[in-house]
T-cell receptor, first 116, second 113 residues
Framework: GAVVSQHPSRVICKSGTSVKIECRSL??????MFWYRQFPKKSLMLMAT?????????EQGVEKDKFLINHASLTLSTLTVTSAHPEDSSFYIC????????????FGPGTRLTVL | DAKTTQPPSMDCAEGRAANLPCNHS???????VYWYRQIHSQGPQYIIH???NNETNEMASLIITEDRKSSTLILPHATLRDTAVYYC??????????????FGQGTELSVKP
């Protein structure tokens, strides 16, 4: 299947700093990518839909100024957690699917963010 | 997108078939049934999907009832590495331009020796 990568896999930062997470589709182009977050023992929660060349679409309750999404190319979307606080500590996961594919999305390995 | 209902947990003996049920009684005609699984601290892994016909691939089989209100994922010979949370999701098909995957709570499958 198609491969989606994320970088970094794990990051620890101080409260108040910003953290950027990259999501790349390695062997296909994706006009749309999705960002999720997951708390321990919980299911994945969709945060936003990242659209190449246009603004992201955020799910209800997700602060767009807090979680900045940039989808600058057909293989890269970035999520920046601005002014991070301990409550932002979570597992962040992206997904993408080939633009020409009928249905399947593939997920990245996730990024573990810990804010001290 | 239609909601799904899955049992929170199931056990299965190693080498036996694991049958994971899913109810999606409000599914629409253009919504597909997808199955993903998530092993601890990893991203979800795609397993299989279908619209109304039964589907089989190298990982599993998907059985969808004729009225499409429920389905069953079958892992024919479960191994310890199949221990994971299994998610049944329904969403509109037809490409990746708008079909969001909304995750429920899933079924935590424990395969035991």
């Amino acid at each position: 299947g198609a491969v989606v990568s994320q970088h970094p896999s794990r990051v620890i930062c101080k409260s108040g700093t910003s953290v950027k997470i990259e999501c790349r589709s390695l062997d296909f182009q994706a006009t749309t990518m999705f960002w999720y977050r997951q708390f321990p023992k919980k299911s994945l929660m969709l945060m936003a839909t990242s659209n190449e060349g246009s603004k992201a679409t955020y799910e209800q309750g997700v602060e767009k100024d807090k979680f900045l999404i940039n989808h600058a190319s057909l293989t890269l979307s970035t999520l920046t957690v601005t002014s991070a606080h301990p409550e932002d500590s979570s597992f962040y996961i992206c997904s993408a699917g080939p633009a020409q594919s009928t249905d399947t999305q593939y997920f990245g390995p996730g990024t573990r963010l810990t804010v001290l | 997108d239609a909601k799904t209902t899955q049992p929170p947990s199931m056990d299965c003996a190693e080498g036996r078939a694991a049958n994971l049920p899913c109810n999606h009684s409000t599914i629409s005609g253009n919504e597909y049934v997808y199955w993903y699984r998530q092993i601890h601290s990893q991203g979800p892994q795609y397993i299989i999907h279908g619209l109304k016909n039964n589907e089989t691939n190298e990982m599993a089989s998907l059985i969808i009832t004729e009225d499409r209100k429920s389905s069953t994922l079958i892992l024919p010979h479960a191994t310890l590495r199949d221990t994971a949370v299994y998610y049944c999701i329904v969403r509109v098909g037809g490409g990746n331009q708008g079909g969001k995957l909304i995750f429920g709570q899933g079924t935590e499958l424990s395969v035991k020796p």
